[in-house]
């Protein structure tokens, strides 16, 4: 049976999402894939003709609401500016119905939360566009990392900037409106790293921050500096910055010091990523030469689309779903980290302590 999919949303994020659906449905029929069969059955987005440009080409329905596109579905895409996301996973687990809900869960920390709780009573199969962890250099940064001879992390100094979001190819208005986006760099995409930092390094312990406002937009930071401290000894910094250099869309470049290897981003589409020992030096960049990389070790690349479609299958089925990684436990847990350095940043970078475990 090919899975029904609603999109809720037709910006951005969501064709991308449908271009990576109709990628995973094209694979299916190709034995050994990872494609799930799907189809997108209905569109909802309050700007009609955004809904019917995503909707036309995918041969489905422009719903009048978003209540029609989970009837309509087996499983919904929520990809909403943020301040919506929570009444739109609300309504899909009203349904029982699993969601994909894009990052930031929400506006601020008590939201997330109210929008992890709505999830676990509905117990519905649930992943969040954290989708870094897919990404092939990370899959390799983190492998070289957990190599046993690169010695235990140090030091990991990590920057993210990218052109303020309001202006090309993003061009969005909500972006510089707090009640609807929350914040600016650091919850809108740094989220991302900060996800990111755990999965790669360890929990945190607690962070210290200073923010800027270059832009003079009420609410939306620009620039932000955080000191991270892990639970393992090891210590790191984020820069966050949102420029105007319309040349850098979104870069993301890292340096990881541990005791007997160096380890190096330059860009986190397709490195290179390097490491560094006192026998030489291993580089691997290029999207194939990684994939192959990754492969030649058994670590798979699929995406999170077939990943999630995999996991909705087996409830449709009547099979226990496994828990999606990452799921909306993991995504506030980065929402507890982007709370305690906002709060840092209110008190001139005092630390601020990090739960050992998440809020339930
Ligand atoms: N995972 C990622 O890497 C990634 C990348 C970009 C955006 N995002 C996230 O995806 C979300 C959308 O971002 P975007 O870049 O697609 O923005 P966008 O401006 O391109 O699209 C957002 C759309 O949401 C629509 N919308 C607003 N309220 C709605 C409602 N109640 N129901 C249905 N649609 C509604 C708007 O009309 C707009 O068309 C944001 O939360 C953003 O943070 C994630």
């Known amino acids: 049976m090919t899975i029904r999919v609603g999109l809720l949303g037709a910006g951005l994020i969501a064709a991308y999402h449908a271009i990576q659906l109709n990628l995973s449905r094209d694979a299916a029929s190709t034995p050994g894939s990872t494609g799930v069969d799907n189809t997108i059955v209905a569109v909802y987005d309050p700007d009609r003709e955004r809904a019917a440009g995503l909707a036309g080409g995918q041969g489905a329905e422009v719903a009048d609401r978003p209540e029609d596109v989970v009837a309509a579905s087996d499983a919904v895409f929520v990809c909403t500016w943020t301040s919506e996301h929570l009444g739109m996973v609300r309504l899909a687990a009203e349904s029982g119905v699993p969601v994909f809900c894009e ?27 954290l989708v870094m962890r897919t990404s092939p250099t990370m899959l390799v940064l983190r492998e070289m990392v957990e190599d046993p001879t690169s010695g235990r992390v140090m ?14 190819m993003y061009a969005s208005t909500w972006r510089s409106d707090r009640a609807l986006a929350g914040s600016g760099a650091l919850l809108e995409h740094s989220i991302h790293d900060l996800d990111l930092l755990e999965w790669l390094f360890g929990a945190v312990d607690s962070v210290a921050a200073h923010q800027s406002f270059f832009h003079g937009i009420d609410g939306i930071e620009d620039s932000v500096s955080s ?69 030649a070790r058994g670590i798979p690349t ?8 995999a996991a909705v299958r087996t409830s449709i089925d009547g099979g226990e779903a496994p828990r999606l990684r990452p799921d909306v436990d993991d995504a506030l847990r980065a929402h507890v980290m982007a709370d305690a350095i906002y709060r840092s940043a209110a008190a001139d970078g005092a630390p601020v302590a990090i739960p050992v475990d998440l809020p339930r």
Not at 261 to 290: F, K, N, Y
Request: charged share 25%; aromatic share 6%; with cysteine.
């Open 103 to 129: 990052k930031p869960l929400s506006v601020d920390l008590a939201s997330s939360r109210e929008l992890v709780e709505v999830v676990h009573d509905a117990g519905i199969v649930n992943m969040v566009g």
């Open 155 to 168: 030091n990991v100094v990590f920057r993210d900037d990218q052109y303020i979001p309001t202006q090309g």
């Open 227 to 295: 000191l991270v401290k892990f639970r393992s000894g090891a210590t790191g910094s984020l820069a966050s910055v949102w420029h105007d250099v319309l040349a850098r869309p979104s870069q993301r470049r890292m340096e990881v010091f541990c005791e007997r290897a160096t380890i190096t981003l330059d860009a986190d589409d397709v490195g290179p990523v390097r490491r560094q020992t006192s026998d030489g030096e291993e580089v691997v960049g290029g999207h194939q030469d990684l994939v192959d990389w990754l492969s």
């Open 302 to 309: 699929t995406s999170s689309e077939d990943d999630f479609l």
